[in-house]
């Protein structure tokens, strides 16, 4: 059976992206509207409502909008922005978060598409917090950079047009109200919101997320070969998962560290760095923010919703 997909928004970065790799799928008959009509609310309903799946690329209000406009039972949708990641009936679309949120996803009629930087944060806090490694009351900090094609359109097109004169380094969100902390906050396991110090670098996509633990307040500090053991087996046993977990290592520098290691794949690679004497770690997570941080995770979904296998379509 061929499934019909609209992708709403498929000019943006993201859109793009995940046209590039359905286009080629035979399972798959890519709804789409002229481009003369991308604003125009009935060619719009009219595809939502002939979609077996939509995939919204678009701004929050614009992506609320979508919803309102089908009118069946039957479409499905994944939505790619961040206005439903919290919403009570919809489904998280991180399918590692948990070994049951790849079989919810498959399930659901509403998925919302993570954010780039939580789900790195995620993967890495949540099984520790479970474990009971970490208290859900562990007062986490983040610290993460990512290729500015994050940032959407205008900074895009600012970051390529001023190539070279454009800041190495830019951290940004310093009024503590990034768009990403109520799911980081909800889907991680912890009882307060994180302290998050994002950046955009002088690159184009690619990203790395890192959590520094000071575990000397514990009751009990759990040791470096502890938190990579309990992170191991979480991802190992987990059947489909695009996140792996470095060796355990103790070193200064790692080249695999560099944020465009995974660019172009769907691949999320966690690894552990750990001070047994200080009590202290740092959980970092490379991974490409326009593959498993947008439009691979949404393949990914797309692909668990129409019960094929998880990785069609995608580069591991």
Same mark, same amino acid.
């Given at each position: 059976m061929v499934a019909k997909v609209f992708i709403d928004g498929e000019a943006g970065t993201t859109g793009l992206q995940i046209r590039e790799r359905l286009g080629r799928r035979r399972d798959i008959e890519l709804l789409t509207v002229p481009s003369?009509?991308?604003?125009?609310? /009935?060619a719009r309903a009219e595809r939502l409502n002939a979609a077996d799946v939509a995939i919204l690329c678009l701004p929050d209000d614009a992506a609320r909008e979508s919803v309102s406009l089908i009118e069946n039972a039957t479409t499905r949708v994944i939505d790619a922005s961040s206005a439903h990641r919290t919403a009570p009936d919809w489904d998280y679309g991180f399918p590692e978060m948990t070994p049951e949120q790849a079989d919810r996803i498959a399930a659901s009629r509403r998925v919302?598409?993570? /954010?780039?930087?939580?789900q790195g944060v995620i993967a890495c806090v949540r099984p520790l917090i479970e474990a009971g490694l970490l208290p859900a009351d562990f007062p986490v900090t983040v610290n993460a950079i990512s290729g500015y094609s994050g940032g959407g359109r205008q900074l895009i097109e600012t970051y390529e047009a001023d190539g070279a004169q454009n800041p190495a380094f830019l951290p940004y969100a310093l009024g503590f109200r990034h768009k990403h902390l109520p799911e980081m906050t909800r889907y991680s396991g912890v009882s307060s919101t994180p302290i998050f110090v994002p950046a955009v670098g002088n690159y184009a996509q690619g990203m790395v997320t890192m959590v520094p633990l000071r575990l000397e307040g514990l009751e009990r500090a759990a040791s470096g070969e502890e938190i990579h053991a309990c992170l191991t087996e979480r991802y190992a046993s987990m059947k489909g998962s695009f996140v792996d977990v470095a060796p355990f290592v103790h070193a200064d520098r790692v080249p695999e560290l560099d944020p465009e290691t995974f660019n172009g794949t769907n691949r999320m690679r966690l690894h552990v760095f750990a001070s047994q004497d200080r009590a202290q770690a740092v959980l970092v997570a490379v991974y490409d923010n326009l593959g498993k941080g947008a439009s691979g995770a949404a393949v990914q979904n797309l692909n668990l919703m129409l019960g094929v296998d998880a990785?069609?379509?995608l580069a591991a």
């Open positions: 003369e009509l991308r604003k125009d609310l /009935g919302s598409n993570p /954010g780039c930087y939580p990785a069609e379509s």
